[in-house]
């Protein structure tokens, strides 16, 4: 049971970034027919969504592409923002998916927000509650205390779920509405987008296995 519990959370995270980094090598080399660069895609969507005040930038790093609410900034890394591929549009598409996600105060990326520096908080702290409360086993409330406050930051990771694939939908009826994708390119768009899902889904399942896990260890005891 053990084996199974070590394979999957380090299995899972792996196979998911392996899965998303080969569909994006894939995608970001196919050149999308509508010849729009990541940059240009992400301006036409913003636009016709009345977010003229949102600016895209291009940002370092690879895969570094995301959509900062507090400065209203769609920032994608250099060959998304540069370059006419179908992952790319699949991805300028997406980040703007949060920015109107972000306009149209949508419930979950809210909840996510108010949940977040909490979140921050709680995750780091929960781990001395719960190294105490694992190396002691006479103070089994310290390990009850981490794993209360362990579970916001799970909390915080189930949220994410909603919003990344909410993003994606939206991103793809916008590229497909728009007419920026077409035929075939739709299916790529949606591999890509699915396999970035995927790695929010793997982490997730891994926080819940380890919440699960130390549940399992405090209520075993005494
Ligand atoms: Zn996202």
């Known amino acids: 049971m053990f084996w199974i519990y070590l394979a999957a959370i380090i299995l899972l995270p792996l196979y998911a970034q392996f899965k998303v980094k080969r569909t994006y090598k894939k995608y970001s080399k196919v050149r999308s027919t509508s010849g729009m660069t990541g940059a240009e895609v992400a301006r036409l969507i913003l ?70 520096p909490v979140a921050n908080i709680t995750s780091n702290a929960s781990w001395v509650f719960i190294m105490i409360g694992l190396i002691f086993s006479s103070m089994n409330s310290m390990l009850g205390i981490g794993i209360a406050l362990l579970a916001v930051g799970v909390l915080f990771q189930v949220v994410t779920l909603p919003v990344e694939f909410n993003a994606s939908s939206r991103a793809m009826n916008e590229i497909v509405s728009l007419g920026i994708i077409r035929n075939e390119e739709e299916g790529h768009a949606k591999k890509v987008l699915s396999a970035a899902a995927m790695t929010y889904v793997a982490a997730t399942a891994v926080a819940v296995l380890e919440l699960v896990r130390l549940i399992l260890i405090f209520t075993n005891r005494d």
Not at 78 to 97: C, D, L, P, Q
Request: aromatic content about 8%; hydrophobic content about 40%; overall charge negative.
């Open 47 to 116: 636009d016709q969504n009345g977010l003229q005040d949102v600016k895209v930038v291009e940002s370092q790093g690879y895969l570094s592409d995301h959509y900062n609410p507090l400065t209203k900034i769609v920032a994608l890394s250099t060959h998304n923002y540069r370059e006419a591929s179908v992952a790319g549009t699949a991805i300028a598409a997406h980040e703007v998916g949060h920015a109107i996600q972000d306009k149209e105060a949508y419930a979950f990326l809210r909840f996510r927000h108010r949940l977040a």
